[in-house]
């Protein structure tokens, strides 16, 4: 039986006329790849190739287009951590609005350029803090001093509004998905979108997805409203949020049937396969819904699965990490701290001894002590397998390599690599 519709109201085809003059439908793409790996239809809901690469343009429009001329006047404001911003900065712009944006001095070069390209002389951005809810504080005292009105990036119901239309381009393509996977940051999208869906489609499961590190919309649900986490891992910065919102929370828990929690590393490693195997180029947070997959993949066999891709504003800074993140996620990359005598062919000895046939050293620092008998050094081994692993540690025990092994302690590894 399809559940009631909520109390909270949205008026989506409102939405979606409104949005016509700056938003274009994206398609919804079968990916043969993925639908072959899972058993399963798995559709891509490509955001991606949206106006300005991220869904975010559409809740950011629909509320700026609603002010009374007297709030456009006086400027709007808003804090996000990059595709927010650059949704609203295009907004402003397309508008003819005077748009102030606060985002986190961490954010990537790429969303910052990006967001000063789109919103042109109708945008200035201020830097501030390290995550998104720090700047956030900046951003509404800058908003209150200023008599300005504030565009919050998901929880009000304009933006879950805007939002929403995700979700019914999603319907005119595919009338009865049987799941339709989320990227969960502050929840205005999974709220929006997955509501629309939710109470259209009778059986569908609404799966919200996010980073392991920054697990707040699990946390709300766990606890039945939303706290603030203490400490977030910010690397998917496009859902990296301490606290989601109060009016998302309150729909989401009515709307999602479950929330899954994604590695960081399976995130870039699924970063990595969409552009090798499909050319598709996304930022952490638009890899959430596909890198999901994997966790779902029993109950998936078989279905009509929608995954939404975010967003591809992605530094190209960014991608040695990515790449390092998934090799340590796929058990391909390992440190070491090994101590090699103070004596000639010790490396030597290690690099034929030790090392196996398709195993490669990526990194070596060695610093040579006098007056002792070892010397440590910091040795990054790339495999092929991570099979190879284990014989690798048999093969250092059995030639009685003194060693530590930096991945597993996260204080040593941080400092060193």
Known sequence: MIKPVPPIMLDVAAASVRLRKVVKPT????????????????????EDLQTVRSYKIRGAYNMISQLRP????????????????????FSCHALNVHGVVFMP???????INQTKMFGGDHVEVKLVGDSFDDCAVAAMAYTEANNRVFIPPFDDLRIIEGQATVGLEILEDLARPDYV????????????????????????????????GAPSMKAAMDAGHPVVLDHIDRFVDGAAVKRVGDITFNICKDVLDDVVLVPEGKICTTILNLYNSDAIVVEPAGALSIAALDFIKDEIA??????????????????PEIKEKSLQFEGLKHYFLIHFAQRPGALKEFVNEILGPNDDITRFEYMLKTNKETAPALVGVELEDRED???????????????????KDNTLFGYLV
């Open 27 to 46: 398609p919804l793409q079968r990916n043969a790849p993925l639908s072959k790996r899972y058993n399963a239809n798995i559709y891509l809901k490509r």
């Open 70 to 89: 007297d709030e456009l006047a006086r400027g709007v404001v808003c804090a996000s951590a990059g595709n927010h911003a650059q949704g609203f900065a």
């Open 105 to 111: 001095v961490i954010t990537p070069k790429q969303k």
């Open 181 to 212: 996977i989320f990227p969960v940051g502050g929840g205005g999208l999974s709220a929006g979108a997955g509501s629309y869906i939710k109470h259209r489609v009778e059986g569908v499961k609404i799966i919200g997805t996010e980073p392991a």
């Open 302 to 319: 078989g279905k009509d699965v929608v995954c939404i891709v975010s967003g591809s504003n992605n530094d190209i800074d960014r991608m």
């Open 389 to 407: 692993y284990y014989s690798l540690l048999e093969r250092m025990q059995k030639f009685n390599v003194r060693f530590t092994e930096i991945n």
